[in-house]
């Protein structure tokens, strides 16, 4: 029976990427006889790096659980639940507050405040800071002065459930200790573009994590964190856009 369970599984596997664009990387729940060489064929059709990692994987014991989540997921799906579930949150979040860094070549630094209410945006909510001391060409300075700004302005507005920080490990740890510094426990992570062999991946990062949290790109959750993210981009190219263009009729 396991035999024909495992045939079954390769007969779909090599048939559905005859037809289907080719991943990087393929997890199976079962393990398969043959999962070596369909993987050099399947290196071979794409002209690339294809990777199956079977059940007894690390990769396969963090994502598979989650995945399976995902499938038996309800369609009505409470992204706050799937937010404290997946990123491990004190309490699934209401308000969402997402931070970003924009400027031209070290000139005109800026940091915007995006704001996120029952995961919808609250426009009103948002905010623009324009840094004053922090170096020039330095985030990781501009993003623990915007932050320190922020917790401490009372007319800004109540503090969010999760704090989003666009940027790798040094912005992740420069908006925990201006949380640090002010006594204030709230959820924090950071969003970043990692080096993943020929692409750029969006990674994840938590405090007192050394790997970044693994979330299947197809989650909601996911998703969401980068639909987000893409929002305080936007908001803060077109603040900075704005402050350059009053600069510039100054001149």
């Known amino acids: 029976m396991k035999v024909?369970?495992?045939?079954?599984?390769?007969?779909?596997?090599?048939q559905y990427y005859n037809a289907r664009p080719i991943p990087e990387e393929i997890i199976l729940s079962e393990d398969i006889e043959?999962?070596?060489?369909?993987?050099?064929?399947?290196?071979?059709?794409?002209?690339?790096a294809v990777s199956i990692y079977g059940p007894k994987s690390r990769l396969s014991k963090e994502i598979m659980p989650l995945a399976i989540e995902n499938l038996l997921e309800p369609e009505?799906?409470?992204?706050?639940?799937?937010?404290?579930?997946?990123?491990?949150?004190?309490?699934?979040p209401e308000r969402i507050e997402i931070y970003d860094i924009s400027h031209l070549f070290g000139a005109n630094p800026t940091g915007v405040m995006v704001?996120?209410?029952?995961?919808?945006?609250?426009?009103k909510g948002y905010r623009v800071f324009h840094i004053r001391s922090a170096p020039s060409m330095d985030d990781v300075a501009a993003m623990a002065e915007v932050l320190q700004r922020r917790?401490?302005?009372?007319?800004?507005?109540?503090l969010p459930d999760l704090f989003i920080v666009d940027g790798g490990k040094g912005q992740l740890s420069a908006a925990t200790k201006a949380l640090r510094g002010q006594n204030i426990d709230r959820d924090v992570i950071g969003i970043a573009k990692g080096?993943?062999?020929?692409?750029?991946?969006?990674?994840?990062?938590?405090?007192?994590r050394k790997n970044p949290l693994v979330l299947?790109?197809?989650?909601?959750?996911?998703?969401?964190?980068?639909?987000?993210?893409?929002?305080?981009h936007r908001f803060a190219i077109t603040s900075h856009r704005k402050w350059k263009r009053k600069e510039d009729l100054h001149i």
């Open 76 to 92: 009505a799906l409470d992204l706050g639940d799937a937010f404290k579930r997946s990123l491990h949150l004190r309490k699934a």
């Open 115 to 123: 704001v996120f209410e029952a995961f919808k945006t609250y426009k």
């Open 4 to 14: 024909a369970y495992e045939e079954a599984i390769s007969s779909f596997l090599f």
């Open 34 to 48: 043959d999962r070596h060489f369909l993987e050099r064929y399947l290196k071979e059709r794409k002209g690339g």
């Open 151 to 158: 917790l401490t302005d009372e007319k800004i507005g109540p």
């Open 195 to 208: 080096e993943r062999r020929r692409g750029m991946d969006d990674l994840i990062y938590a405090p007192n």
């Open 216 to 232: 299947p790109r197809v989650s909601p959750v996911f998703k969401e964190i980068v639909k987000m993210r893409d929002e305080a």
